[in-house]
């Protein structure tokens, strides 16, 4: 009780946030940065200068040593719509640059191409609190575009950071940061697996799980307060609904496989691949379990339900006709239509969050890739080649990233891409085998 | 297979020989000391003494028939223990991303169904498994068809479903973890266990 007091007082003493400039945030904003649906999106170049002491004034003559720069760098590369210029190239005289527009020189900055600048300060107040100044300019119009001052604790640095590089993907994008979400997967290490969650870049994993069975297909709820997955833990697979900060959840154990769910947006329901039949079906259920209604029935086996984000329509893996391909169910209408017609082997759909197009893997060859499909079945796009096996894609919340799981350099991790396939990397690196990734829906508070 | 198959025959037919020989002995050794039994008791003690000598023999023939049973039985556990072991480690393979029945799993599922009649007081497990390509969430579902497509051959030729129990392990519990065809055809299974 005494930790939730503090954990709440915390929040609100430690964030006491002082916009002092609100331009443009509010008043006018039409996303003219960046537009993440545009797949020939160029890079904005940015440059970012160290951080400095701005104890005497606000020019800021002092650089700081332990300055958030290197963490604030990370997080924006992360997105790919930046190309953030190496310091070495406009620092030549760093020192003269202060942290307001009037200590700064912006020809400094556009001649070696930078169309954007954030400039940081650092100081503590008269209660000993630390304060950070930290603004986004525009170097061509010489316009401040976002400008914040934060005050906290010293260990609040990162969160504080964290915050202002969401707010300059809001500004710049229109949508909210990747910052704060999180991705659940599953690990295996001598034929056990577990589930784990970890941030948005892949640091700080926990496992979620923790027994010595087989755990899987973890999917998180649209609040991102529950998970839910597949455990053998009673010696068949079962699905376990689980709160990710609280000790509660249930067990769905009908007879036979209970397996694959996936969250109803904005609803606490899901579906899932049941066999009690004797034949595997799709079944609407409520969060604890009871059955609300039957969504497929056919013959033969219809797993991997993915909701379009209105939650009116289902994406699903049958093999109605003969080899697993992409459906789509009018969860209404009843109707059901055929979305994959390439290739013999298509699972895995997951819908993005802007409800257009629908992410999969595909068997092409001897290879498993992701590719993305609009979801009248055109433009069938392919994100990876010639790197093995790449399964289960997810979208991030905003859209712009996919992360999915690769066995490209032997063992299967955890990869990331845009959402057009472009700036592909590992994520992170830890024993065992990773597979079947899934990004939170929205912000996850634990 | 056939070389087995001649010695637990030959075995069979040497164990069959014994009784006969040991039974058609016994009833002989009976005959010869009737009449003797008839016979005044002036020689008592050679009559006690081919007393105690018949029943030494009946002894001698009782332990001799007594361990001939003991191999029997022996032999008979080795043949059961070693169905018994065929039965869990022979598995029935599957086509590429296919749960129907090929000539080949037909013939093995037959053994298993001779042996399951002969055994009906037992529960069997029918394990589902797949190779490691395509997706966890779909071979869960595949295995499963392939566990299902088992129990009901074995429910067609009259095994009573209440001694069958499918799972579906999916592609998460491979026999072999390499990544060659021929993993991919060993790990492509369905597996029996015993409750």
């Not at chain 1, 939730?4 to 006018?28: E, R």
């Not at chain 2, 067609?156 to 072999?176: C, F, H, N, R």
Request: include cysteine; glycine fraction near 6%; charge should be positive.
């Amino acid at each position: 009780m005494n930790k939730k007091i503090k954990f709440l007082l915390n929040c609100f003493t430690v964030f006491f946030i002082i916009v002092f400039i609100q331009v443009d945030v509010y008043a006018k904003n039409n996303y003219e940065y960046i537009n993440i649906s545009n797949p020939f999106l160029a890079k904005i170049p940015i440059a970012i200068v160290p951080f400095k002491d701005i104890t005497k004034n606000n020019k800021g003559d002092v650089v700081l040593l332990n300055n958030g720069v290197d963490y604030l760098m990370g997080m924006l590369k992360f997105t790919g719509f930046f190309n953030i210029l190496d310091k070495d190239a406009f620092l030549t005289d760093f020192k003269n640059t202060g942290v307001i527009s009037s200590s700064i020189n912006f020809r400094q900055f556009t001649t070696v191409g930078a169309e954007l600048l954030i400039t940081g300060g650092e100081k503590k107040s008269k209660d000993g609190k630390l304060v950070i100044e930290l603004r986004l300019f525009d170097t061509f119009k010489e316009k401040m575009l976002i400008g914040k001052q934060y005050e906290g604790q010293s260990s609040d640095k990162e969160r504080i950071i964290r915050r202002f590089a969401g707010d300059v993907i809001y500004y710049l994008t229109g949508k909210k940061s990747v910052f704060e979400t999180k991705i659940v997967f599953e690990s295996k290490i001598s034929g056990k697996k577990n589930i784990f969650i970890c941030d948005f870049d892949g640091k700080n994993s926990r496992r979620i799980t923790k027994n010595r069975s087989i755990n899987l297909s973890p999917s998180w709820s649209s609040d991102s307060k529950w998970i839910a997955y597949t455990s053998f833990n009673k010696g068949k697979p079962d699905l376990y609904i689980r709160n990710i900060k609280a000790k509660r959840g249930s067990i769905i154990n009908f007879k036979g496989a209970n397996i694959s769910p996936s969250w109803v947006p904005g609803k606490f329901m899901l579906a899932a691949s049941l066999s009690f039949s004797g034949d595997s079906d799709i079944y609407l259920l409520t969060g604890t379990g009871k059955i609300v209604k039957k969504l497929t029935n056919k013959w033969g086996i219809d797993v991997s339900p993915s909701f379009s984000p209105d939650g009116k329509k289902m994406a699903f893996v049958s093999r109605r006709s003969g080899t697993p391909q992409i459906y789509i169910k009018n969860i209404y209408s009843g109707n059901v239509r055929r979305l994959t017609y390439e290739g013999r082997y298509n699972t895995n759909p997951s819908w993005s969050p802007a409800g257009d197009k629908i992410a999969y893997s595909a068997m092409v060859k001897n290879d498993i890739d992701i590719c993305t499909i609009d979801i009248a079945g055109k433009n069938r796009l392919k994100l990876t080649s010639d790197t093995a096996d790449n399964e289960s894609p997810s979208w991030s919340p905003d859209g712009s990233l996919i992360v999915f799981s690769s066995n490209r350099n032997g063992h299967s991790r955890i990869y990331v891409m845009t959402s057009f396939g472009t700036d592909q990397r590992i994520l992170f690196t830890m024993k065992g085998e990773q597979t079947n990734p899934e990004w939170s829906k929205s912000i996850v508070l634990d | 297979m056939q070389e087995k198959l001649f010695i637990k025959s030959l075995l069979c037919a040497m164990v069959c020989g014994f009784m006969i020989f040991a039974v058609s002995c016994g009833p002989k050794v009976v005959k010869s000391t009737a009449p003797e039994e008839v016979v005044e008791n002036v020689e008592s003690q050679d009559i006690y003494q081919d007393d105690a000598a018949e029943e030494e023999e009946m002894n001698r023939q009782r332990a001799l028939e007594e361990q001939l049973l003991e191999e029997q039985r022996i032999a008979e556990e080795a043949v059961k223990k070693e169905a018994l072991e065929k039965f869990i480690t022979e598995n029935v393979y599957f086509d590429y991303n296919e749960f129907f029945l090929t000539e080949d799993a037909q013939e093995r599922l037959k053994d298993k169904w001779m042996w399951l009649k002969d055994n009906m007081d037992i529960s069997v497990i029918i394990e589902g498994h797949c190779d490691s390509r395509g997706t966890t969430e779909y071979n869960l579902g595949l295995g499963e068809k392939r566990a299902e497509s088992v129990r009901t051959f074995l429910i067609d030729l009259g095994i009573d479903g209440a001694m069958l129990t499918k799972i579906s392990y999916g592609e998460e519990k491979p026999v072999d973890p390499g990544n060659t065809p021929s993993a991919w055809a060993k790990n492509r299974r369905v597996h029996f266990t015993i409750e």
